[in-house]
């Protein structure tokens, strides 16, 4: 059932426009999701609460590996964006191959961006922040689970190899 959750960007683009046009809230998030975690978990749950749904954009493998390093992603972003996809607290998946998702904001032109708390306004990408600044999208900071990350769990289970 999680599949017809994952879309295409301009699946996502008409998903926008018809949630604007009924003054629906989307919230809007991105990353690499590589493992899924508790500290993940908590952040999506927040970000669903800030409006009326949650798109998950996912970078593709390539973004991930420019990002993270050639060691990552451990899983690929098909198998990502199904995991995430099947948590019901996130309403659309898609994977976008940019390491900046400003394209798929300017194309998608959500209500509210969340990002976690290891971000500020200030401190987003310029070009995403102007992205979403002319979209006129509310961007809501919320709070990191202490601890919790994939850097940490890949961390602590090479140390446990």
Same mark, same amino acid.
Request: net charge neutral; aromatic share 4%; hydrophobic share 45%.
């Given at each position: 059932?999680?599949?017809?959750?994952? %879309? *295409?960007?301009?699946?996502?683009?008409?998903?926008?426009?018809?949630?604007? &046009?009924?003054?629906?809230?989307? $919230?809007?998030?991105?990353?690499?999701?590589?493992?899924?975690? =508790?500290?993940?978990?908590?952040?999506? +749950?927040?970000?669903?609460?800030?409006?009326?749904?949650? =798109?998950?954009? %996912? !970078?593709?493998?390539?973004?991930?590996? &420019? #990002?993270?390093?050639?060691?990552?992603? =451990? !899983?690929?972003?098909?198998? /990502?964006?199904? %995991?995430?996809?099947? #948590?019901?607290?996130?309403?659309?998946?898609?994977?976008?191959?940019? %390491?900046?998702? *400003?394209?798929?904001?300017?194309? *998608? /032109?959500? +209500?509210?961006? &969340?990002?976690?708390?290891?971000?500020?306004?200030?401190?987003?990408?310029?070009?995403?922040?102007?992205? #979403?600044?002319?979209?006129?999208?509310?961007?809501?900071? @919320?709070?990191? $689970?202490?601890?919790?990350? *994939?850097? !940490? @769990?890949?961390?602590? &289970?090479?140390?446990?190899?």
């Amino acid at each position: 059932m999680s599949a017809g959750k994952i %879309v *295409t960007a301009p699946e996502l683009a008409q998903v926008s426009e018809a949630f604007a &046009a009924q003054g629906k809230r989307l $919230v809007f998030t991105n990353g690499c999701f590589d493992l899924l975690h =508790v500290g993940h978990v908590r952040y999506l +749950q927040a970000a669903r609460d800030l409006g009326d749904a949650l =798109v998950v954009a %996912v !970078n593709g493998d390539a973004s991930v590996r &420019a #990002l993270k390093g050639p060691s990552r992603p =451990v !899983n690929p972003e098909g198998d /990502r964006a199904e %995991v995430l996809a099947a #948590l019901g607290c996130v309403d659309y998946v898609v994977i976008f191959p940019d %390491v900046r998702v *400003t394209d798929l904001i300017r194309l *998608t /032109r959500p +209500q509210i961006y &969340a990002k976690g708390g290891d971000y500020s306004p200030e401190t987003l990408n310029p070009e995403e922040r102007a992205a #979403l600044d002319a979209a006129g999208s509310k961007i809501s900071i @919320l709070p990191l $689970v202490p601890g919790r990350s *994939t850097t !940490n @769990l890949l961390a602590a &289970a090479s140390c446990k190899i």
